[in-house]
């Protein structure tokens, strides 16, 4: 069974920077190297949205026209882990941030759709104000 456990959540001023970890937990050996990662976020009473997608080995991304220029993800798979560094962040970027994984093996991350992704993780909270 994979899991994903997501950190690094927290408050911070708008302008201010965050980097999220998404860190996946497989006992039974599962290789998430294979498949693509996305990370979702959802705010109260709002739809769960794409933010991010990395590829099997990083050749891929994709960002939600919201964060371009601001966001950057990037996965280091001997670590199993994949990142979200967060710079000027807005008040709009508050939400819970959650990781996923992508149904099918090299997924290129052309789209973001919540229904293609399994193993969410438990998300970890941003917070943007001043």
């Known amino acids: 069974q994979l899991q994903f456990v997501e950190s690094g959540g927290g408050l911070v001023q708008p302008g201010g920077s965050l980097r999220l970890s998404c860190a996946a937990s497989a006992a039974s050996g599962f290789m998430v190297d294979y498949y693509a990662i996305a990370w979702f976020r959802q705010a109260p009473g709002k739809e769960r949205e794409g933010v991010s997608c990395?590829?099997?080995?990083?050749?891929?991304?994709n960002y939600a026209d919201s964060v371009k220029g601001r966001f950057t993800i990037s996965r280091d798979n001997a670590k199993g882990t994949v990142y979200l560094q967060m710079n000027s962040l807005k008040p709009e970027d508050t939400a819970n941030y959650y990781c996923?994984?992508?149904?099918?093996?090299?997924?290129?991350?052309?789209?973001?759709?919540?229904?293609?992704?399994?193993?969410w993780g438990q998300g970890t909270q941003v917070t943007v104000s001043s």
């Open positions: 996923a994984l992508h149904r099918t093996p090299y997924y290129t991350c052309s789209r973001f759709r919540a229904f293609d992704y399994d193993y």
């Open positions: 990395i590829g099997v080995d990083g050749g891929y991304t």
